[in-house]
């Protein structure tokens, strides 16, 4: 029979130091590679590995580390780099801490574009996520065609936390070694432990690992044994050691001192080889895992001491309470030094039971060799093979609406008072200390009236009511707006900023084009009217841009009304200028520089061209609008200019922070670009950009929060910002239901 090649990347963190995915990967690419060279390989299949490593020190890799991750372009880069390789199936080792952003969230867009079937093994698994945790977890999954978890607690924490279809979970415990059986007094004897009853603790040192408990217990197991000797073996956990130094090493020894230990505690302060840790477990009689609370999925040294066939003592977290379970192992309460020592005493009292414990410990070992669960990875990799390729998503995207959240208002109304909507929140509850804004009360005004045109739902014409009539207050007598207005109803400012005023008039100039009704049409054509006279005073490019697009949808509906007619003309020259003066080959902008709202500029014209059929119009609106396109998608999703930095002409374009209303910005360009020329091209473009907003972005997080339905400002290298002000709600919103409408009209 002919072998099926099987070549694997691994995304990891690889170095084979005191670090536990490190030795995991290790562990499992060799387990993998050997179980497929041996004898009873059923599916006759050839496997080779390799690695694409988070970097987070200086390191002389081995030849199977292929690529490198130190920063966000390289984890865009790996998954590039993984793609045109000749992998068919991808691993990827996952804990919080081991790659790059807030959360370690840059492995998200690395598995966005992966093209080959994606297998992530969770090596922790939160009860109590934060957002942002939660987020990655799920995503992950979306991704993924199997999630491998080592204890069974954790499928119930993915199914119900993290809304992970159970039929995509899969439970493949720790691999250990392959231990032989041992004689305890040879290795006490080679170790130089012969005469003494050798408890045990091994790894990383850090405050969550109880190890005071331990010594708590011990006067009392030593005044009936004195020749107890406590072994910790390891060394401090790299990241206690960068923020708090040998601060707890030091507290242990103290708790020696204090207990009069010396002569019963040993530290020994290094990472030891594996054929070396070996010789300690067979040497333990018994060895302990006192951790300090139960949030521990998975715990490899507990599953190496059952493995080795040691007698366990631990406290009862999850993997513990597991894997010690049908008398593999005796359980203690957290903090217990108490029940801890006469657990100690009692097993030191009967040697038989001991041994019991030893036997039955080393007899479960045995089905969770690393060959053991190297065959299961074997297995799991060639189904997903035989599965293909799976094509990464980019150009030529289907939309499809049944994947779209439900248009729901929960969070737009929890914002609204009796006054209008509040500017900020708090995470998801409405900061009353900010107070108001014009900005986001016009653009409320508009989101609404185009889901009252979509849906006609009468329940809408409340909140309309309120936000029109807040848009109403904020007008001055000579027709100017304010922008400003505290909790307590006090004016803020006398004037508003020009881009405040453009979207008003935007909000006004679509309501009587598509009014709510007679009376909304009334108040509408009213406060235009008395904001006309002030346009001529706009200097602001977007100021400007938001005043044409209201005074377009106006216009299309009084095309007679050749004194707007002859307002918007002059608006679009303004802009036409600025486009001569700064364009300047590849750069075809009207600004040196991109800053926000970046889309409002081409969409404006886009729909001054629909007014006023000038083909100069149309020619920089496509212009700009390619220009705009290019800068943005990079690849084949939508990633925005941030604001920490902007993109100026001749520099780099700042990746973040991202905002909501950018990509607001760009959904309407792309649709108003689709129809004043019926390029399908825009459409498409409109569909993918719409998906920044549902996590087809940069980190490949969701932005929309599907608990609370509004939607996070921003996008940050660290992960979304957890707030949810009106601004970037609305911008979800009007993005929304653009695509909606768009796709209702076009299927």
């Known amino acids: 029979?002919?072998?099926?090649?099987?070549?694997?990347?691994?995304?990891?963190?690889?170095?084979?130091?005191?670090?536990?995915?490190?030795?995991?990967?290790?562990?499992?690419?060799?387990?993998?590679?050997?179980?497929?060279?041996?004898?009873?390989?059923?599916?006759?299949?050839?496997?080779?590995?390799?690695?694409?490593?988070?970097?987070?020190?200086?390191?002389?890799?081995?030849?199977?580390?292929?690529?490198?991750?130190?920063?966000?372009?390289?984890?865009?880069?790996?998954?590039?780099?993984?793609?045109?390789?000749?992998?068919?199936?991808?691993?990827?080792?996952?804990?919080?801490?081991?790659?790059?952003?807030?959360?370690?969230?840059?492995?998200?867009?690395?598995?966005?574009?992966?093209?080959?079937?994606?297998?992530v093994i969770l090596h922790t698994v939160l009860k109590d996520p934060s957002y942002n945790q939660k987020a990655i977890v799920h995503e992950m999954a979306k991704k993924a065609r199997k999630v491998v978890v080592m204890n069974p607690i954790a499928i119930d924490f993915?199914?119900?936390?993290?809304?992970?279809?159970?039929?995509?979970?899969?439970?493949?415990?720790?691999?250990?070694p392959d231990f032989k059986s041992g004689k305890i007094n040879f290795y006490k004897n080679k170790l130089r432990l012969s005469g003494r009853k050798v408890l045990l603790t091994f790894g990383l040192l850090s405050h969550d690992k109880g190890i005071e408990t331990v010594l708590e217990a011990l006067p009392k197991v030593v005044s009936k044994y004195p020749d107890v000797l406590y072994v910790i073996l390891g060394k401090t956990h790299p990241n206690v050691l960068k923020d708090s130094g040998e601060e707890y090493r030091i507290y242990l020894n103290r708790l020696v001192n204090k207990y009069h230990l010396e002569k019963n505690v040993e530290f020994l302060d290094v990472f030891v080889k594996e054929e070396r840790l070996k010789e300690y477990l067979y040497a333990t009689d018994i060895?302990?895992?006192?951790?300090?609370?139960?949030?521990?999925?998975?715990?490899?040294?507990?599953?190496?001491?059952?493995?080795?066939?040691?007698?366990?003592?631990?406290?009862?977290?999850?993997?513990?309470?597991?894997?010690?379970?049908?008398?593999?192992?005796?359980?203690?309460?957290?903090?217990?030094?108490?029940?801890?020592?006469?657990?100690?005493?009692?097993?030191?009292?009967?040697?038989?039971?001991?041994?019991?414990?030893?036997?039955?410990?080393?007899?479960?070992?045995?089905?969770?060799?690393?060959?053991?669960?190297?065959?299961?990875?074997?297995?799991?990799?060639?189904?997903?093979v035989k599965l293909g390729r799976q094509g990464a998503k980019g150009a030529g995207y289907i939309f499809n609406p049944d994947m779209l959240p439900h248009f729901m208002l929960d969070h737009v109304v929890r914002m609204t008072d009796d006054t209008g909507i509040f500017q900020h929140s708090k995470y998801s509850i409405p900061n009353r200390k900010e107070g108001y804004h014009l900005d986001d009360n016009a653009r409320a005004l508009l989101m609404l009236s185009i889901a009252y045109k979509n849906k006609n739902d009468q329940a809408l014409l409340s909140m309309l009511s309120k936000i029109a009539s807040y848009v109403h207050y904020m007008q001055n007598n000579d027709g100017t707006f304010r922008g400003f207005l505290s909790f307590d109803r006090r004016f803020l400012d006398k004037r508003g900023a020009e881009d405040t005023f453009g979207r008003a008039v935007w909000a006004l100039g679509y309501q009587i084009r598509f009014p709510v009704n007679d009376y909304y049409f009334h108040l509408a054509k009213e406060m235009l009217a008395k904001a006309l006279p002030n346009i001529t005073d706009l200097n602001s490019l977007r100021g400007i841009a938001n005043t044409m697009i209201g005074l377009s949808h106006y216009l299309m509906r009084y095309q007679e009304d050749e004194a707007v007619m002859n307002m918007l003309k002059p608006m679009a020259d303004k802009l036409l200028y600025s486009y001569n003066e700064i364009e300047d080959g590849d750069w075809r902008w009207f600004e040196k520089r991109l800053t926000y709202d970046n889309g409002i500029l081409p969409l404006s014209i886009f729909h001054a061209y629909q007014v006023l059929g000038d083909e100069k119009l149309l020619r920089v609106a496509e212009d700009t609008c390619g220009f705009l396109e290019k800068v943005l998608f990079e690849n084949e999703y939508l990633s925005l200019v941030g604001n920490a930095g902007w993109y100026e002409k001749g520099a780099e374009k700042a990746r973040f922070d991202q905002q909501p209303v950018d990509a607001m910005s760009v959904v309407l360009m792309f649709r108003q670009a689709y129809r004043v020329t019926g390029n399908i091209h825009y459409l498409e473009r409109m569909y993918t950009s719409f998906m920044w907003f549902l996590g087809e972005n940069d980190l490949g997080i969701p932005l929309y929060n599907f608990e609370t339905k509004g939607c996070h400002d921003g996008l940050s290298s660290k992960g979304v910002n957890i707030n949810q002000g009106s601004e970037s709600s609305i911008a979800y919103l009007i993005s929304y239901l653009t695509v909606l409408d768009a796709y209702e009209k076009e299927k």
Request: charged share 20%; aromatic share 10%.
């Open 1 to 119: 029979m002919q072998k099926q090649k099987v070549d694997i990347a691994c995304i990891s963190t690889y170095p084979p130091r005191q670090c536990g995915i490190a030795t995991f990967t290790n562990h499992l690419t060799q387990a993998i590679m050997n179980s497929s060279k041996s004898k009873d390989n059923k599916d006759t299949i050839d496997a080779s590995i390799y690695i694409v490593a988070a970097n987070d020190q200086e390191y002389t890799y081995p030849e199977e580390v292929k690529y490198t991750m130190d920063c966000y372009r390289d984890y865009l880069n790996a998954a590039k780099f993984i793609n045109k390789s000749n992998a068919n199936v991808c691993i990827l080792q996952h804990e919080f801490g081991i790659f790059d952003g807030n959360d370690g969230g840059y492995i998200l867009p690395l598995i966005h574009w992966l093209e080959i079937p994606l297998i």
């Open 158 to 176: 993915l199914s119900n936390i993290y809304d992970v279809p159970k039929n995509k979970i899969l439970l493949i415990e720790h691999g250990v």
């Open 287 to 384: 060895y302990i895992t006192p951790y300090l609370n139960e949030a521990q999925i998975t715990s490899g040294t507990l599953s190496y001491a059952v493995g080795a066939g040691t007698a366990v003592v631990s406290t009862p977290y999850w993997h513990a309470r597991e894997l010690l379970s049908d008398g593999r192992g005796r359980l203690f309460n957290f903090n217990d030094s108490g029940s801890l020592a006469d657990i100690l005493n009692e097993l030191l009292d009967n040697p038989l039971e001991l041994e019991a414990l030893r036997k039955k410990a080393y007899s479960y070992g045995r089905h969770i060799t690393w060959p053991e669960i190297g065959a299961k990875y074997r297995r799991l990799a060639l189904d997903l």
